[in-house]
């Protein structure tokens, strides 16, 4: 089991929209495509847009693993904290690092996190 910060772009609820504050989650999964999956489930019941602030899409757009555990008995996959409103942590993290490349609707390893 491990534990990701899970990221989309921005938040509704600031007028820049994707370029805003970011929408972070902490989250513990077998994986950072499951992390993502559970963040994606949640960010559907969240509104994309408030009065005039510019849209942001309802998925996760970056996954910073930020520590694992070899310890898995009795411990599911959830959401333990957010959604919480911040700049996203990703940079020279050291930990795995992803991001979302749309076009491929994939999610590729992203050197942000080398030191």
Request: charged share 25%.
């Amino acid at each position: 089991m491990n534990i990701y910060i899970v990221t989309r772009w921005g938040n509704p609820f600031e007028k820049d929209g994707p370029d805003g504050k970011d929408t972070n989650y902490l989250v513990q999964a077998f994986s950072h495509t499951e992390a993502a999956e559970l963040v994606n489930e949640n960010l559907q019941h969240w509104p994309t847009k408030e009065g005039n602030n510019r849209e942001v899409e309802n998925l996760a757009h970056s996954i910073v693993q930020v520590s694992s555990n070899s310890l898995s008995d009795n411990i599911k996959p959830q959401i333990i904290h957010g959604p919480w409103i911040e700049s996203a942590i990703i940079a020279r993290s050291g930990m795995p690092c992803w991001e979302k490349d749309n076009e491929i609707n994939e999610w590729e390893e992203s050197a942000h996190g080398n030191s």
